[in-house]
């Protein structure tokens, strides 16, 4: 242990787009909040909620069923003006409600936005400016887009009575992803320093007038480690003076640790607040292969970034419906031989949320390393975790059989029961946090043996 490990706050989830999807249906919404948010399910305790910014009710570009999301303010004939509506986004918020509650006293709510109401864009639509590196916030929009932002994050405090922590105005800002017309999703360019600067002090100075007291402002989410360290540089202080946090995404790793160094000098809370991918770990891991990515692409983050929070993009990211949305067609269920994005499918059709391995791996960590522990990597294929009077470890074995020594003789003598969980094979064969018999600490440490293809979590009991 080096004293340098943040304090964690816990494990999340965006709630966009898949909230957006399945809100329609209270027993979807349920069955959600309480695989992903309940003690029986993954424990997760973060959620980021997408403040939707709404795109021109002409436009019908979104090809996707479930990030088409709404706006806060919808058009009102009688006074010919857009009026605060949060009942437009009634799915989103529907699903949000029941994931806070399953989730319990620990619940985090972040609110974030991809993109301003079309209304305040210089190309007139939210998925992007024309030419997509530029910024698509109107100069003179960036108060009222301030406004709109923590009018609806007091809503979801104040009104909806959950534990908002903190709003992130921007997604991903100093990019070329988004532009007009866009298939996928709302996205808006802020170039780093001014820009992104300025929306960051309106925020700030609008969340004291709405009264969000002990609701921070976190920037900048940005898809990658360096970029998001440069972009840190570059705000003003008025800026630096709002932020309360440093949000960024994994997809890209450059300075990562150079990242993580200069908050902690700065004294600046770190969060991974989004990352997952489409991709495999381990050879012949069949379906294994994306869950044992996924646990190596977490110890890999807080090896690298030492982050207070880790938070996946969506933990749905696909849909199986006859009908689809509007005429869009959803992809249905994924090859879980191969890598693909989430940890489970929505089924409308048969009204279910199917799981997969990779689901069952994230468990492995979530369900046992806790907030108010200190979370640190011991190599590329254990991580570690120190509170509640437990030693947690996380092992992930890519490969064949393997035996395993854990030394703590850091920790003083250590003996008795060392609890284990595993998860490996298949869905229809494999096992899915299985108890297995406990192991013996012989006083400095204990030995294990790791099945091929396996997550396996140890838990040993003491005053630590």
Not at 3 to 25: D, H, M, Q
Not at 42 to 70: A, E, F, K, Q, W
Not at 281 to 301: P, Q, V, Y
Request: charge should be negative; charged fraction near 20%; glycine fraction near 12%.
């Amino acid at each position: 242990m080096t004293g340098r490990e943040r304090i964690f706050e816990g494990w999340g989830t965006s709630l966009c787009w898949w909230a957006n999807r399945i809100g329609y249906s209270d027993s979807l919404s349920q069955k959600a909040a309480d695989l992903f948010f309940g003690p029986e399910g993954l424990c997760l305790n973060i959620m980021r909620y997408n403040i939707g910014g709404g795109d021109d009710p002409s436009h019908n570009h979104i090809t996707r069923t479930d990030s088409d999301v709404p706006g806060w303010y919808s058009w009102n004939e009688a006074e010919g003006k857009y009026v605060f509506d949060p009942t437009a986004d009634f799915r989103q918020l529907n699903v949000l409600a029941r994931c806070h509650a399953a989730a319990g006293s620990g619940a985090m709510v972040e609110a974030f936005s991809n993109s301003p109401p079309y209304y305040m864009t210089v190309s007139g639509c939210s998925s992007g400016n024309a030419i997509a590196g530029r910024d698509n916030l109107r100069e003179d929009a960036v108060e009222d887009f301030a406004d709109y932002l923590c009018s609806a994050a007091a809503w979801l405090k104040n009104e909806m009575g959950l534990n908002v922590v903190s709003l992130s105005p921007m997604n991903e800002p100093d990019t070329a992803y988004w532009g007009a017309l866009s298939p996928k999703q709302e996205g808006c360019h802020f170039d780093a320093g001014e820009s992104q600067s300025r929306l960051i002090a309106a925020c700030g100075k609008k969340m004291e007038e709405y009264g969000l007291d002990g609701v921070i402002v976190a920037a900048s989410d940005e898809t990658d480690t360096g970029r998001q360290l440069d972009e840190y540089r570059s705000y003003t202080p008025e800026a630096r003076a709002v932020i309360g946090r440093i949000n960024t995404h994994t997809y890209g790793t450059s300075r990562a640790e150079l990242l993580a160094k200069t908050c902690r000098e700065d004294g600046m809370a770190l969060w991974m607040s989004e990352t997952d991918g489409g991709e495999t770990f381990g050879k012949g891991a069949g379906e294994m292969g994306a869950g044992l990515w996924l646990g190596r692409k977490i110890i890999s983050d807080f090896a690298r970034l030492d982050p207070s929070a880790w938070v996946l993009w969506q933990v749905i990211d696909t849909h199986i419906s006859r009908d689809g949305v509007g005429g869009r067609k959803d992809s249905g269920m994924p090859d879980v031989t191969g890598g693909y994005w989430g940890t489970a499918t929505a089924d409308h059709d048969r009204g279910e949320i199917v799981l997969t391995q990779k689901y069952y791996v994230l468990g492995q960590f979530s369900r046992y390393i806790r907030p108010g522990m200190r979370v640190f990597a011991c190599g590329e294929d254990l991580l570690c975790a120190l509170g509640d009077g437990k030693i947690v470890l996380v092992a992930v074995n890519a490969g064949g059989r393997k035996p395993l020594r854990v030394d703590l003789s850091a920790f003083g003598p250590v003996s008795g029961p060392v609890a284990a969980v595993r998860t490996s094979g298949s869905m229809k064969n494999g096992e899915h946090w299985q108890r297995l018999d406990p192991l013996e600490a012989d006083g400095t440490g204990f030995d294990a043996v790791l099945a091929p293809s396996s997550v396996t979590t140890f838990v040993i009991e003491g005053s630590f």
